[in-house]
């Protein structure tokens, strides 16, 4: 069993920066691909960035270039660094890892990022 759990959020004004952090604990696996996800009120939840055990990283379209995933596999904690934020990042922020073996995926409650002046 693995647990996920999401720090971090708050409200920010645009062009601000915030730090999120997810701390995993349990029985993690070396090898897991993790990401951060968002979803807005009546919206899907989409993909924001995502990391390989590799450290080979994967970005949204949208925020490519504005926002940093990186990952401490010693301390089993993934980070997103965002700046130049802007108010259609307004969601619920989600860390998501996934398990090679057996296939298995774990999510974190998520935390609330708000973008407004």
């Known amino acids: ?3 996920l759990v999401e720090s971090g959020g708050g409200l920010v004004q ?3 920066s915030l730090r ?5 604990s349990g029985t993690i696996p ?11 009120p009546g919206n899907q939840r989409e993909l924001v960035a995502s990391i390989l055990p590799t450290g080979s990283t994967n970005y949204a379209d ?12 010693a301390k089993n904690t993934l980070g997103l660094q965002m700046n130049s934020l802007k108010p ?9 890892m996934s398990l090679p073996w057996p296939r298995k995926e774990y999510w974190g409650q998520g935390t609330q990022v708000t973008v407004s002046s």
């Not at 999120?20 to 995993?24: E, G, P």
């Not at 925020?63 to 990186?70: C, D, E, Q």
């Open 62 to 73: 949208s925020v490519k270039g504005r926002f940093t995933i990186s990952r401490d596999n």
């Open 30 to 40: 070396r090898l897991t691909t993790m990401g951060w996800y968002r979803q807005a």
């Open 20 to 24: 999120l952090s997810c701390a995993a």
């Open 1 to 3: 069993q693995v647990q």
């Open 88 to 96: 259609e990042d307004t969601a619920v922020y989600y860390c998501k």
């Open 14 to 16: 645009p062009g601000g």
